[in-house]
């Protein structure tokens, strides 16, 4: 299957920094990507669709201005947490769209201290 | 609302045995169907996908699609250990839109 890397795998962080998460698609080239979050014991929640060149699509719920998503090119999409607090601690996991399915990354843990 | 719908489980079966994963989906526009399979801790893992009525099979897996009855289910022959998992059912109305999960049917093959 296609191979989807996320950097970093994981970080620790102070209370009001920002925190960025790469999402690249190593050996296929993906418009869409598309990023989740995870709590322990719960689902995968879609948090947003990244589109290449336009501007993200945000589920409802999901602050746009907290979780700025870039997708600059066909293999690149970034998430960025902003002013990061304790609750945004998560298990945060990108997927990437090759026209047949999507192929998920490692996924980022995330722990806001 | 669009639903997947999925047994939490856990679903306890013998190792050597068959296991059987059912899901529904609620939404008829619904093109392409996929199972996942994610471990404590990681990420999910593509296992197969299936686009037409029927059965697709791959090694000891096999998909079912039945379009008319909004069913779809994975069966994993000769269950291994290491196939303890949450399975995830997912499905999609068409190419690169998102996917809708179910919550996941948790697995435990025992020795």
């Known amino acids: 299957g296609a191979v989807v890397s996320q950097h970093p795998s994981w970080v620790i962080c102070k209370s009001g920094t920002s925190v960025k998460i790469e999402c690249r698609s190593l050996?296929?080239?993906?418009?869409?990507m598309f990023w989740y979050r995870q709590f322990p014991k719960q689902s995968l929640m879609l948090m947003a669709t990244s589109n290449e060149g336009s501007k993200a699509t945000y589920e409802q719920g999901v602050e746009k201005d907290k979780f700025l998503i870039n997708h600059a090119s066909l293999t690149l999409s970034t998430l960025t947490v902003t002013s990061a607090h304790p609750e945004d601690s998560s298990f945060y996991i990108c997927?990437?769209?090759?026209?047949?399915?999507?192929?998920f990354g490692p996924g980022t843990r995330l722990l806001v201290l | 609302q669009k639903e997947v719908e999925q047994n939490s489980g856990p679903l306890s079966v013998p190792e050597g045995a068959i296991a059987s994963l059912n899901c529904t989906y609620s939404?008829?526009?619904?093109?392409?169907f996929f199972w996942y399979r994610q471990y404590s801790g990681k990420s999910p893992e593509l296992i197969m996908f299936?686009?037409?009525?029927g059965d697709k099979e791959d090694g000891r897996f096999t998909a079912q699609l039945n379009k008319a009855s909004q069913y779809v289910s994975l069966l994993i022959r000769d269950s291994q250990p290491s196939d303890s998992a949450t399975y995830l059912c997912?499905?999609?109305?068409?190419?690169?839109?998102?996917?809708?999960f179910g919550t996941g049917t948790r697995l435990q093959v025992t020795l």
């Open positions: 997927s990437a769209d090759s026209q047949e399915t999507q192929y």
């Open positions: 997912a499905v999609r109305a068409g190419t690169a839109s998102k996917l809708t």
């Open positions: 050996d296929f080239q993906a418009t869409t």
């Open positions: 939404d008829r526009g619904s093109q392409s």
């Open positions: 299936i686009y037409s009525n």
